[in-house]
């Protein structure tokens, strides 16, 4: 078997050219990818679009697999390839920008403007930001955990690492989440401190106007 959760009769059908085995085998898979997508790609970038794009080297190169065990590792590695290059073109854009400007580094966003940001988003929104800026080692086990409620042992496979790792890092990846939630809400909560000390001078440089 490839996994229980990947059809290994569709990979072997679909490697064969059955193009029917094909469209099933990437409707089997697409969530997951999504998912691996999510955990490397750009803030900003489209993963509609990028789905697209893997869904095109699979029909493009499915034929020249050799092993249908490979089949998981061998998607994964794709989609990540996937997410970075559409990362290196991001960059490659915004210093194009930025050079056409006249500017060689852009403005780093204010810890007022991230505040901002953060108060604005929903909770689950707020949690899946924190979970981007995990270390790549903790974010895809994470994300796979909370986005696709994956098993321990499918992550493992997935990740070709042991199940005891993957419950040492989501472990530590949920502590770190905690860690960060916490720090964001404790900046918010001294900005709102800090603009309320703020307001009675303002208003005594105005004359008293409320």
């Not at 490697?15 to 469209?23: M, P």
């Not at 065990?69 to 990362?87: C, D, H, M, P, Y």
């Not at 204010?110 to 899946?128: A, G, K, L, P």
């Not at 086990?141 to 098993?151: A, D, G, N, Q, Y």
């Amino acid at each position: 078997m490839v996994d229980s959760w990947v059809n290994e009769s569709l990979v072997e059908s679909a490697i064969a050219g059955d193009t029917d085995a094909l469209d099933l085998l990437w409707q089997s898979v697409r969530r997951w990818v999504a998912t691996i997508l999510l955990a490397h790609k750009p803030n900003d970038a489209d993963l509609d679009d990028l789905l697209q794009v893997v869904a095109m080297q699979l029909c493009r190169n499915m034929s020249e697999l050799r092993d249908a065990k490979a089949f998981k590792s061998w998607l994964r590695t794709v989609a990540i390839n996937v997410a970075r290059e559409e990362g290196r073109k991001t960059t490659r854009r915004k210093r194009s920008m930025l050079r056409f400007v006249g500017m060689e580094q852009g403005n780093k966003p204010t810890q007022t403007n991230t505040v901002e940001r953060i108060e604005d988003s929903d909770e689950s929104n707020r949690v899946y930001l924190a979970a981007k800026s995990l270390p790549i080692g903790y974010r895809e086990p994470v994300l796979l955990r909370c986005t696709r409620s994956m098993s321990y042992q499918q992550i493992g496979e997935l990740l070709n690492l042991p199940v005891t790792t993957i419950e040492t890092r989501i472990a530590r990846g949920r502590r770190m989440l905690r860690e960060i939630l916490a720090q964001q809400e404790k900046q918010a909560e001294n900005r709102k401190l800090e603009y309320r000390k703020q307001v009675p001078i303002a208003q005594q440089a105005s004359g008293g106007a409320p």
